[in-house]
């Protein structure tokens, strides 16, 4: 029997077109190209950040710093997934065993299947998000009425960027807009694509840890080998977790302190637009922007949340469970398990601190002092 695929084909397709999908041919050129071209726009942002580093001009600072960390975490992203490709093999191989084979239990193809289809939900829920979020921040920049010959005023463009070139024609404006504009769709798109897969690879785990869950309810009436089995179901999900933290560790980290900036810098951008003449522009740009950055930050947390408390409940069921009704040498296997769940599992920003949704509240904290203290210099 089978539960259904372990990634959505939406991500599938994405993973595919940004190079990490295993399997895929010319994966160095697709690799390569993403390097080359991320690489480029942030030598474009940095040099604009750099010739315009005045309070005076915070506001454009801002803006400019919140779309180059963007950049930042999505090349990030990229490389760790291109030198960890094992890492996600592997990860991808287990998912698969675990959904083609379900067992002689209705309980357990239903389970695999209810978190294969909810994934995959909110994965198509998750692209729709960015998606608007990239529109919202391009649109207004089309609507806007730009004059190419004025050279005393600075040319509006989607991302802050210094180009080696003169925009002085109406041709090279549009082209410089059109190809900013893919690549804003591009990035967001990519954002989005590796914390969906991050998601997807959390609720499977906790799909496996629901179907252990079952089974040690069962432990009283149960044979040897099914306990063995219990056994070996507890140490592929260890091993599974291990994996999982072993892949975003560092992007998690990376993840907590630029979404602590880049909130604080999309929230300075809102409330100081508030009573300009643009203001509507300015706010329907960052507002989207603002609220996907806000669910990156919440996706980790609350994945690092839903593992520890899932992997505190193993104990608990084999507590709960009537051990009493066993043979001596049976439920001693019970007290391993015991033992062995009272380390939960977790996942960690670079191996240093538990995400969880206080690690989210810290994030929120940071960000509303670091805007108290712009807004202050403003």
Known sequence: M????????????????????????????????????????????????????????????????????GHVKLTFKLIIF??????????????????????????VLHETTRKAKLSSRICNGMIILHTMSALAYIIGIFLTDADVTDRTTELPLIMKMNYPFVVD?????????????????????????????FLTLALHIGGQINILLCWLTEAGSIEIARMTKIIRK?????RFSEKIESLYS???????????????????LIVTSIGNPDATEQIVRSLLFCAVT????????FAGEYLSNKSIAIGNAAYNSDWYNMKTADNRILLFIIL??????????????????????????????????????K
């Open 234 to 238: 507890h140490q592929k999900i260890i």
């Open 169 to 197: 024609t109406l041709r090279k404006y549009r082209l410089v807009l059109a190809t900013q504009s893919v690549y804003v769709m591009a990035c967001t798109l990519g954002a989005g694509l590796f914390n969906a897969v």
């Open 340 to 377: 062995r769940s009272q380390r939960k599992l977790r996942f960690t920003a670079g191996k240093m601190m538990d995400l969880s949704l206080e690690c989210f509240t810290n994030i929120m904290k940071a960000s509303g002092s670091y805007l108290s203290v712009l807004l202050a210099m």
């Open 82 to 107: 291109s030198l960890k490709q094992r890492e996600f093999i592997e990860i991808l191989t287990t998912m698969t065993k675990d959904c083609n084979y379900c067992g002689d239990s209705d309980f």
């Open 2 to 69: 089978t539960g259904g695929r372990t990634i959505n084909r939406t991500i599938e397709l994405l993973l595919t077109a940004f190079g990490v999908w295993p399997g895929i041919t010319c994966v160095l050129l697709y690799r390569v190209f993403w390097i080359i071209t991320l690489v480029i726009n942030q030598f474009l942002h940095y040099h604009y950040f750099v010739t315009h580093l005045n309070i005076d001009n915070l506001f454009d600072l801002m803006d400019c710093l919140s779309s180059f960390l």
């Open 294 to 301: 806000n669910l990156e930050a919440f996706i980790f947390c």
């Open 250 to 268: 560092y992007i998690a980290l990376l993840q907590f302190t630029s979404n602590t900036v880049m909130i604080c810098s999309l929230t300075f």
